[in-house]
């Protein structure tokens, strides 16, 4: 079975610092990792993923994200962060062997300080 | 391009009553998904369909929970009778599994869910 987890329930970070929402990942096969964002009151919008390739990959609004398979990480990052970016942060895994089903970590509380 | 349309936003009832939520997915879309979010977590699936089939019903509470997708377009997530535990956001999501949009492990496109009160 697959599983995500975000070892940190809040991030907090000043505004213009860099920030990094943390991801690991236990999977039997080929890892499919995403990561989401959720603004209050609406619905998971999607950041960025890594199927296979490059184990940087970049996304929407700044973010890019560094597959790991030593370490099984998938940690979220952005160079500068912004007040906008304050936010719940969701990582997810698609499991294999033809369930398609993607499971969420518990989610991760973005705070960015003024 | 339309995003995923659900509907009601809010939903507040009393215990033993039914409910209902809509949704209709992106244009094209011919899986679509429906979740359950817990305060303080992430969502966790409680049907797949691929067009007019569910292909996973698995953690969906049969007893209780029902969900159609009878055209293979728009879907309807039912509970009867509702619960004090069922109060959580029920969100639903759309993708393309086309192999040239990313396949099978493509990105879901989420609406802005329902957010169900029962009293």
């Known amino acids: 079975a697959q599983s995500v987890a975000q070892p940190e329930d809040q991030v907090n970070v000043a505004e213009g610092n860099p920030l990094t929402v943390k991801c690991t990942y236990s999977v039997s096969g080929n890892p499919y990792l995403f990561w989401y964002v959720q603004y209050p009151n609406r619905g998971l919008q999607f950041l960025l993923k890594y199927i296979t390739g490059d184990n940087l990959v970049k996304g929407s609004y700044g973010f890019e994200a560094e597959f790991n398979k030593s370490q099984t990480s998938f940690h979220l990052k952005k160079p500068s962060a912004l007040v906008s970016d304050s936010a719940l942060y969701f990582c997810a895994i698609y499991s294999g062997a033809g369930s398609y089903q993607l499971t969420f970590g518990k989610g991760t509380k973005l705070s960015v300080i003024p | 391009e339309a995003g995923v349309v659900q509907s009601p936003r809010y939903k507040i009832i009393e215990k033993k009553q039914p409910v209902a939520f809509w949704c209709n997915p992106i244009?094209?879309?011919?899986?679509l998904y429906w979740y359950r979010q817990n305060l303080g977590q992430g969502p966790e699936l409680l049907i797949r369909?691929?067009?007019?089939?569910?292909?996973?019903d698995s953690q969906l509470p049969k007893d209780r929970f029902s969900a159609e997708r009878l055209k293979g377009v728009d879907s309807t997530l039912k509970i009867q009778p509702a619960e004090l535990g069922d109060s959580a956001v029920y969100l639903c999501a759309s993708s393309n599994p086309d192999r040239l949009a990313g396949g099978r492990y493509n990105e879901q496109f989420f609406g802005p869910g329902t957010r169900l009160t029962v009293l």
């Open positions: 369909y691929e067009n007019e089939e569910a292909v996973d």
């Open positions: 244009s094209g879309h011919n899986t």
